[in-house]
């Protein structure tokens, strides 16, 4: 497809997207935290549930996922740990995609989220419709899309990749001579094809949170802080990921501050990482990387508004009401689990390695 018809595609999707504003979050006292967080493990352990959280989400809920036996993870983890986990009941706090993927991995258990209206701008910005037709239209190329996108965009793709994985199994395809289709983020697309030197045809998304970081006051504060290492996620556009000592997962991102010798770090993902950074590296000095809200409007400040909408009191409800159950209808699952299957036998391979 040529740049001028991908500008189209792009204009007909941003539209569609419908960025909520930040949920407003009353602090619980103290006390009354604690006996929420006992009251939630309580019903956890009556109902054989376990709680899967994601990194972005708030850290009362990752600490307790943690506390109950359950995962904080990202989204490739959390997808593996649905998998191999023995309870009946699987409790996903994090946005739509990564429930639905627990769901199409298991679909005889019951998926509950605290937010299921909770969405992705990736997500809400590759509609299946336009891309089956984008698809159709380059039907000689093998289409990887990332784990941010609905049941039914996975079930029309060949493979499902997480930004923990997508570098390896692209090297892997280009090694077969296989043309590829990616979809939706293309900033981790283009990130990928650079990287790999694989011809790419690139759906035009992007992440609201990751697009607002802004390369030149990264650059004006790490000249503020020039021992620091620049930790990128590589949802993040091309200018920011240039600047960066490390483009990776949310995982290698944690992993970069537990493990580099530097004290001081400038962090280019949402800000609810720093949570699990902070439990690993607790002497060490995050600092979050500028986003347009300097001076400017912000849509995020590097908070994903989808991941806030995850809270202690939505998750008690949940699992008193029984709401917040996620459905993929197994026809649907069985075709999405396809291609989310080939991610998670491949990941194992690289594991043995
Ligand atoms: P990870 O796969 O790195 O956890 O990222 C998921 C996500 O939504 C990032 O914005
Ligand atoms: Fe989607 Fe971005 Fe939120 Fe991740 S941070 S869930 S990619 S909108």
């Known amino acids: 497809m040529k740049n001028g018809a991908r500008e189209t595609l792009a204009d007909v999707i941003l539209p569609r997207i419908a960025v909520p504003p930040h949920p407003f979050k009353p602090e619980l006292p103290a006390a009354d935290k604690v006996a929420l967080k006992e009251r939630i493990a309580a019903m956890l352990r009556q109902q054989n549930a376990v709680l899967v959280a ?82 159709d239209r380059h039907s000689d190329h093998t289409v990887v899309v990332y784990a941010n996108t609905s049941a039914e965009v996975k079930a029309r793709s060949h493979w499902v990749v997480t930004s923990g994985i997508a570098l390896s199994v692209v090297k892997h395809l280009a090694e077969k001579g296989e043309k590829i289709l990616w979809g939706p983020d293309r900033h981790l697309g283009r990130y990928v094809q650079r990287l790999t030197g694989v011809e790419m045809i690139l759906w035009p998304g992007s992440c609201v949170v990751h697009e607002e970081f802004k390369a030149e006051a990264l650059t004006r504060l790490h000249a503020l802080h020039p021992q620091a290492a620049v930790l990128v996620h590589p949802e993040s556009p091309e200018e920011v990921v240039a600047l960066a000592d490390v483009v990776g997962s949310t995982t290698a991102l944690i992993q970069a501050v ?96």
């Open 258 to 353: 537990r493990d580099l010798p530097n004290r001081e770090f400038i962090v280019a993902t949402d800000a609810g990482i720093f949570n699990k950074m902070r439990q690993l590296a607790p002497d060490k000095i995050l600092l979050g990387a500028p986003t347009a809200g300097e001076g400017a409007t912000c849509e995020s400040c590097a908070r994903c508004p989808w991941m806030e909408m995850n809270t202690l009191q939505q998750l008690a409800r949940v699992l008193e009401t029984g709401e917040g159950e996620i459905q993929v209808a197994p026809e649907l699952a069985a075709r999405a689990r396809i291609p989310i299957q080939r991610m998670l036998d491949f990941a194992a391979t690289l594991k043995k390695e």
């Open 54 to 135: 994601h990194y972005y989400t708030d850290g009362d809920l990752q600490d307790l996922a943690e506390a109950t036996g359950g995962c904080v993870a990202d989204s490739l983890e959390m997808a593996r740990f649905a998998a191999a986990h023995p309870a009946q009941t699987l409790v996903v706090a994090g946005v739509r995609f990564m429930g639905e993927t627990s769901k199409i991995l298991n679909n005889e258990k019951r998926v509950l989220m605290p937010a299921p209206e909770a969405t992705c701008s990736l997500d809400e910005g590759c509609p299946i419709d336009l891309f089956t037709d984008f698809c």
